[in-house]
Each structure stands twice: as C-alpha cells, then as structure tokens.
C-alpha cells in the first residue's frame, strides 16, 4: 500500500473512533445527544454546557479519557518504532531498555511506602505522587541501562540489550518483595496499577500526556533518515555520515521520557508499542518517515478502541485496558514467532 493512502485513511478514520468512542460507556450518549452537547460547548456558555447528564459524562468524564488514550497510543506505537529501529529488530519494544518495568517498580514502592493516606493525599499537576514515582523509575532504570552499555568506545545496542533484561529482572524482584510485604488494599492497588487502565483520566493528566506527544511528534521524525540508515548496520550508517551514538542518546532520552509520561498517567499497558508498528510495517515497508507518523495514528486508533471496549465489555465495572491490548498483542507477539521460525527453516 503507498504510505501516503494509509495515512490519508488512517487519518480520516481516527475522527469518526474518537465520537464512538465517546459515545460508549456505561451509560450510552445517542449520536443526537452527542451531536447536541458538542454543538452546545462550541457555541454555548459554561452554565449550559453542564446542565444535562450528558454533557456531564461527555466533559468531565469521557473527553479527557478518550483524549489520554489517543495520547498515549501515540507515545506507545512511536517509542515503539524508534526502539525496533534502534534494535533493527521488528519484536524490540521499550520495554527492553527497562522503562516499563522501572516505572513499576518506582509506582510499586510509592504505594508500598506512602500507604493510604499518601495515595489520597499528595497531587502535584495532576498526578499522585504515585504516578510521579513511576515516571521516576522508569527514567531511574532507563539511565543505569544507559550508563551501563556506554563506555569510551560509544554505545553499545547489545550491551544495552542485556542492561536492559538485567535491570528488568531487578524491578521485577523489586516489585515481587513490595508485593509481598504490602497489605490487602496495597497489592490490589499494585495489581490494579499493573493492568493498566485510563479510569484516573483528567484534563491535568491529558495536557501532560499532550505535552510529551507534542516533544516526540516534533522531534522523532526527524530521526526519520538516521534510523533508516540504521538498518543498513552502524558502520554504514556512521559511512552515510549519521552521528550513530548522538543518534541513540536521543531516542533513548525520548523514549524514556515519553513512556515514564504514558506509564504514570495510565500504568503499565503492554504490547501496543510491539504490535502496532510491526503492522504498519508490513502495510507500507521499513521507511521511518512515513511509519512513524502511520504508527503514531494507529497506535492513538488501538487504545481508543481498547479503552472503548473495555468500559462496555464488563459494564457496570470497567475492564482495565491494559489486559485487552494484552490479550491481543500476545497471540500477536506468538505469530510473529511462528513466522520467523518458518523463514528460518525455509
């Protein structure tokens, strides 16, 4: 498929999710409600805007939500892009560099050592003081693994590779004794964390996220030309004159900052960043400089879908959404296996 027609129609159908989307829920807002409270917020006052249920559940409520999980489908399916570029491996996802786990860990010991009080408590911008201790681990983990696989000769990818399972492996023991030491109320705010879920959505959290979207979404593409010279191999891409380690230091800094943002606005949501750039991969081919932008409104269109999903699936209670983009990406993650081990023995 040519780049530009998937991006022409992934842009026009990322509208059209966005107002399912809002309309999906436990309660359902009509398409003629819907169409009433947005036309009463462009051209109405704040008083009117609040009158009606609907208008309640639309702005206070769902707005922000479906806005935060577009924002971080983005973060996710771009960092995502950058790190198989990096890796030049199509099943690389941030989570090898230990962001992932890192910022579990940090959430993780936040509940564990602040207890209910805390929790309730501290707010800084939006965010708990949770959700600031696991954007802390995550950018924690993501600078030892940095630190780790640099040395006088540059930066080494497989060196990072192995810091990267190394400091996974230490966050995961770390959250396994947290986990064990906590009582009922924390291992289920820890579980619940984990899953991954967009319920804690507010305008605070959306114009965080937004911010990061806007740093990755200005700055990545520009990496565009450098990580498709990276899939010729460092040493061609330092002979086409691309500053190899300079090249890494920002897309690990953007990663790390990126998904740190997208894990303590919305937990730990798995396999977006795997599966949806290897998809528009095969839709349209390697070229970073049409697969980062296709990759960041597919990735925005999967959590959209999957939060939608998951606030009707089990309603009244909500499916964290998390544990759908699981469900999905794993059979995913298992066919891209089963593929590869097919070339290999053809």
């Known amino acids: ?137 995550g950018f924690l983990a993501v600078i030892l693994v940095y630190r780790l696989a640099t040395s006088s000769t540059g930066t080494s990818v497989a060196t990072m590779l192995l810091a990267g399972i190394a400091i996974s492996a230490l966050a995961g023991a770390l959250n396994s004794l947290l986990s064990f030491v906590a009582d009922d109320e924390m291992l289920r705010r820890i579980s619940l964390w984990q899953m991954g879920s967009l319920d804690a959505a507010n305008w605070p959290r959306v114009w965080i996220a937004a911010a990061a979207v806007a740093v990755v979404m200005l700055l990545l593409p520009r990496e565009g030309a450098a990580l498709n010279a990276f899939l010729l191999g460092e040493s061609e891409a330092r002979h086409l004159g691309i500053a190899v380690d300079a090249v890494k230091r920002r897309l690990i800094l953007m990663t790390a900052m990126a998904i740190g943002i997208s894990v303590a606005v919305a937990g730990t949501i798995s396999f977006v960043g795997l599966i949806v750039p290897h998809i528009i991969r095969l839709l349209i081919g390697p070229d970073h400089r049409y697969l980062i932008p296709a990759s960041a409104l597919a990735g925005a269109m999967l959590l959209i879908v999957a939060d939608a999903f998951a606030r009707v699936v089990v309603a009244p209670a909500e499916l964290p959404a998390g544990i759908l983009t699981a469900l999905l990406g794993t059979p995913f993650f298992l066919s891209l296996l089963a593929q590869k081990r097919r070339v290999g023995e053809g």
Do not use: K, W, Y
């Not at 009509?30 to 559940?57: F, K, N």
């Not at 003081?129 to 802390?136: E, R, S």
């Open 1 to 137: 498929m040519a780049p530009n027609r998937l991006l022409l129609i992934l842009g026009c159908a990322l509208l059209p999710l966005v107002l399912i989307a809002l309309m999906m829920g436990p309660v359902f807002i009509s398409p003629a409600s819907l169409l009433h409270a947005l036309l009463q917020a462009l051209g109405g006052t704040g008083e009117g805007r609040v009158t009606s249920q609907d208008g309640l559940i639309l702005f206070s409520i769902r707005f922000p939500r479906v806005l935060l999980a577009g924002l971080v489908g983005v973060c996710l399916a771009v960092c995502g892009t950058a790190m198989q570029g990096l890796f030049r491996n199509p099943l690389a996802d941030p989570s090898l560099i230990g962001v992932s786990s890192g910022a579990s860990a940090g959430a993780s010991l936040m509940i564990v050592l602040g207890g209910g009080a805390l929790l309730e408590g501290g707010q800084f911008a939006g965010l708990s003081v949770v959700a600031l201790g696991a954007f802390a681990g």
